[in-house]
Structure formats: C-alpha cells, structure tokens
C-alpha cells in the first residue's frame, strides 16, 4: 500500500474478481489541491506528478499493481457551488 499519511489506496472489488476484469485501484489524496498544483500534474510536472509517482511506486513495491503497469491519472475538477453547505458530499446512498 502507500506509505504517505494522507494517502489511502484500496482495490474495488466486485464483480471484477468474478470475470477476470483487472481490480481498479482508487487513490484518495484526502485534501483538496491548490487548481495551479491540478493544472501542473495536468502537464506532468510539479509536486503532486511527484507524488502520484511515489503512491506508484509503493502500490507496486506492495504487489497491488503489477511493476510494468502504465499508470493512468485522471484529473477531475470539482464544480464550485453557489454556497458551500449545498455541496453534494453524500456519496453513500
């Protein structure tokens, strides 16, 4: 698993194990990032490209992804809302 604090990574599984798919792998940075962190790893650079290398590494090192995987990193920007006690957190349903 990654070693860093903030970061957790754990392994969907469905019914993914019942037809051989591969497991997605979902890494959650727990803190929202500064937009011009978002727009550098965007580009490949910066401190969070660093990072996202680092979790890589140690999911690989763990034997969660296999060590010649291509990592692929989606970055997905959160819509501001009007006001912040609207924002739509619950996911649990």
Known sequence: MATSGTTAAEPESSQQDDIGAPQ???VDLDEAQPSRLVKLLRKGRG????????????????????????PVVIVVREAPTLFGFLSDDDDDD
């Open 24 to 26: 997605i792998v979902v």
């Open 47 to 70: 401190k969070l490209m660093t990072r996202v290398e680092r979790v890589v590494a140690d999911l690989s090192e763990a034997g969660t992804i296999k060590s010649g995987a291509q």
